[in-house]
């Protein structure tokens, strides 16, 4: 069973930096892509970024291409999110999900954690 459990989330200023976590248990996580999506209100839910099973490629939308950094230790059962330079526009409950290839559907995620960006 796909269990994802996300920490990390809180409340920092414009410019700061937060990396997110995602501790992983029930599956192997080394067959499985990870990937972040995010949902803020009003908004439409969007995928930030995703990292495949081997060779850990890896994939960003638009918006934080440059800023956010996804990576994966798998002996830890871990997957972060570095995010840099955070603005207000970042700021959403951010999920991570399990995924057989990135471009498909999540098999599980998590609760979610939240970020806000506020001055």
């Known amino acids: 069973q796909v269990q994802l459990a996300e920490s990390g989330g809180g409340l920092v200023q414009p410019g700061d930096s937060l990396r997110l976590s995602c501790a992983a248990s029930g599956f192997a996580l080394d067959y499985y892509a990870i990937g972040w999506f995010r949902q803020a209100p009003g908004k439409e839910r969007e995928g930030v970024s995703c990292i495949s099973g081997s060779p850990g490629r890896t994939y960003y939308a638009d918006s934080v291409k440059g800023r956010f950094t996804i990576s994966r230790n798998n002996a830890k059962k871990m997957v972060y999110l570095q995010m840099n330079s955070l603005d207000r526009e970042d700021t959403a409950v951010y999920y991570c999900?399990?995924?057989?290839?990135?471009?498909?559907?999540?098999?599980?995620w998590g609760q979610g954690t939240q970020v806000t960006v506020s001055s």
């Open positions: 999900a399990a995924y057989v290839v990135c471009d498909g559907e999540p098999v599980g």
